[in-house]
């Protein structure tokens, strides 16, 4: 059953921990670039001698490999630049597509998903951390299980929240938004952490 969601977030870190937590994002997502780098190149290898057709046909056809995350992502890349005219060993631009590459004064850290696509936008300026999920179906379900969103939510449950710290995330769906109910259909909270974050007011926030 589809269910179109989002969901957004406004979370004041802790100024320890602000550094930590963008070398943990910034270590995940480069190490995840190489390894799919290398995971691409390792399936196509074999596949080179290929004409575009015959590389197309192939990658169409065949199962996806198990193993990790960063190889499946590695075997959607090759499956993407299979429309390409010619038969080209893949690049580092386009492992951006999957794992961007970051550096230690990056701000954003894109939260992809196995097929590519940007689930999440993870955003760390000073002390804030920006989340946000733009509506789609299943949006919200779909960005917390990318690996990056998994990581950062791991990080946010074991920091210590000192007064004037923390945030919490607000979020509507399709039929939680239609509910004609006593107090239906506004956006709720999703997630707490620290002090901020159990403030029972929750003031509008623009979507």
Same mark, same amino acid.
């Given at each position: 059953m589809s269910c179109y969601e989002w969901e957004t977030a406004r979370i004041t870190l802790p100024a320890a921990s602000v550094a930590p937590l963008k070398r !943990?994002?910034? $270590? &995940?997502? $480069? !190490? !995840? +670039? /190489? @390894? *799919? &780098?290398?995971?691409a190149l390792e399936l196509h290898r074999p596949l080179a001698k290929l004409t575009p057709v015959e590389y197309r046909n192939h990658l169409r056809s065949a199962a996806e490999p198990g193993g990790t995350d960063a190889r499946t992502m590695a075997f959607e890349l090759l499956r993407h630049k299979s +429309?390409?005219?010619? *038969? %080209? %060993?893949? !690049?580092? /631009? @386009?492992? #951006? %597509?999957? =794992?961007?590459r970051v550096t230690s004064r990056s701000v954003n850290f894109p939260a992809m998903d196995l097929q590519g696509c940007e689930a999440a936008a993870i955003e760390i300026v000073g002390r804030e951390l920006n989340w946000n999920v733009e509506e789609n179906n299943h949006a919200v379900e779909n =960005? +917390? @299980?990318?690996p990056l969103a998994q990581i950062l939510f791991a990080e946010l449950g074991q920091m210590e929240w000192p007064e004037g710290t923390g945030g919490y995330g607000v979020g509507n769906n399709? &039929? +939680?938004? #239609?509910?004609?109910?006593?107090?239906g259909g506004g956006n709720y909270k999703t997630f707490a &952490?620290?002090?901020?974050?159990? /403030? @029972? =007011?929750?003031?509008q926030l623009q979507h």
């Amino acid at each position: 059953m589809s269910c179109y969601e989002w969901e957004t977030a406004r979370i004041t870190l802790p100024a320890a921990s602000v550094a930590p937590l963008k070398r !943990t994002l910034c $270590n &995940y997502l $480069n !190490t !995840t +670039h /190489s @390894e *799919v &780098y290398q995971l691409a190149l390792e399936l196509h290898r074999p596949l080179a001698k290929l004409t575009p057709v015959e590389y197309r046909n192939h990658l169409r056809s065949a199962a996806e490999p198990g193993g990790t995350d960063a190889r499946t992502m590695a075997f959607e890349l090759l499956r993407h630049k299979s +429309h390409q005219l010619a *038969v %080209r %060993r893949p !690049t580092h /631009s @386009e492992v #951006d %597509r999957w =794992a961007p590459r970051v550096t230690s004064r990056s701000v954003n850290f894109p939260a992809m998903d196995l097929q590519g696509c940007e689930a999440a936008a993870i955003e760390i300026v000073g002390r804030e951390l920006n989340w946000n999920v733009e509506e789609n179906n299943h949006a919200v379900e779909n =960005a +917390h @299980e990318t690996p990056l969103a998994q990581i950062l939510f791991a990080e946010l449950g074991q920091m210590e929240w000192p007064e004037g710290t923390g945030g919490y995330g607000v979020g509507n769906n399709e &039929y +939680h938004g #239609d509910s004609g109910g006593l107090g239906g259909g506004g956006n709720y909270k999703t997630f707490a &952490y620290g002090p901020l974050g159990i /403030s @029972e =007011a929750m003031p509008q926030l623009q979507h």
